[in-house]
């Protein structure tokens, strides 16, 4: 089949991930696997034991619905201790839960195929600037490198190797678990390195990022997010936990001097993109059931319905059971479906990873 070409320029995209990306990541490939925080208080609980413990504390460690927040507040009342033990079981428990996953991905993943689509898919009409993440473990660019072959530019200039356009920039602004504290950053694997040693933000309701390399990672974050024309927001609710992202998201979309619009797209759960525009009314968004090919995706899932108050009621319901929906699955399901049976284009790339999953097989 003969690939389809635009003459419109190719519109600049921004992903941010934040926890849910990889949440549903892991989902797609094991459901049994999880690293809400939840399932990170479950792992913490059966790992350590609070015998030494204030047992207030640890009844809040195990139960608090906001990790970050309790972290906060035992810093502020000189709980320091209690803070670091938390920090490192933190750490401990999410990279056991993602260690398998990140040593051996699966050749078809989301992240995969997201990849897949902006580097192989000629047709996409798309040109990818980065990734941002605010996750720590190193799933995503473990997928670059093992199944694409590709090296990150993590902008630390951690060796002496020169940056090509083949590189996928990956912005990881809170640090990540496989860099190891040192300068130049050295890069290895998350499982030997440890918790005092990394290179991250621990968890807090204050990120502590004037300090190099965050200030150099935060500062060109908000450079790509100006030059791009859609950010697309996955995984991520924009808490008061991310209170450090508003700001820059505020001032690239309403003070941006190039006099181009920039589209943030909530690629989520309709509530929370529901909640998102309430906390944030002087921003504009994209939910995800205000997107083309997502609406049309789903007018064949849904032929009952007559309107589009209908259509957009019937996604609400399906997607209200965050047990048995994806968001991101759903999402790149019909995107590529809108490709390949709306705009007929050829989605076959050498690997077959986007062919692949939307076929199903």
């Not at 049309?296 to 047990?323: H, M, R, V, W």
Request: glycine letters at 4%; charged letters at 25%; proline letters at 4%.
């Amino acid at each position: 089949m003969k690939r389809k070409s635009s003459s419109k320029a190719a519109k600049k995209i921004v992903y941010l991930f934040g926890a849910g990306a990889t949440q549903a990541v892991l989902k797609s490939i094991n459901p049994g696997l999880s690293l809400l925080t939840p399932d990170i208080q479950e792992k913490i609980s059966r790992t350590y034991f609070p015998r030494t413990w204030d047992k207030k504390i640890w009844s809040e460690l195990i139960s608090v619905s906001d990790i970050e927040h309790l972290i906060s507040v035992l810093e502020s009342q000189h709980h320091y201790h209690a803070s670091e033990q938390i920090r490192k079981y933190y750490m401990e428990a999410i990279i056991d839960i993602a260690k398998d996953v990140s040593k051996n991905p699966p050749i078809k993943n989301l992240y995969s195929v997201l990849i897949d689509l902006h580097k192989n898919v000629t047709g996409l009409n798309e040109k990818l600037l980065c990734f941002i993440t605010l996750n720590y473990e190193d799933i995503l660019e473990r997928t670059i490198e093992s199944l694409f072959g590709l090296k990150i530019n993590y902008l630390l200039h951690s060796d002496n190797s020169i940056p090509t356009s083949d590189d996928i920039k990956v912005l990881k602004l809170h640090g990540s678990f496989n860099w190891q504290n040192t300068r130049p950053v050295t890069m290895k694997s998350m499982t030997t390195i440890k918790s005092s040693d990394a290179l991250w933000i621990p968890p807090g309701v204050e990120k502590r990022k004037d300090n190099y390399p965050f200030n150099l990672l935060w500062g060109q974050a908000t450079e790509n997010l100006m030059q791009c024309d859609t950010l697309r927001i996955i995984g991520c609710s924009l808490s008061r936990n991310d209170w450090g992202l508003i700001p820059i998201l505020y001032t690239v979309q309403r003070f941006n001097n190039t006099g181009k619009t920039i589209d943030i797209e909530i690629i989520d759960y309709p509530l929370t993109a529901k909640n998102i525009i309430t906390n944030y009314k002087y921003m504009k968004f994209v939910t995800i059931t205000e997107l083309h090919e997502f609406l049309n995706y789903y007018k064949k899932q849904f032929p009952k319905a007559k309107t589009s108050g209908e259509l957009i009621a019937e996604i609400e319901a399906k997607f209200f059971d965050k047990d048995k929906s994806n968001p991101f699955y759903e999402w790149l399901d019909a995107k590529i479906d809108y490709l390949s049976d709306d705009r007929k284009m050829d989605i076959k790339t050498p690997n077959n990873i986007v062919y692949n999953f939307y076929n199903k097989l």
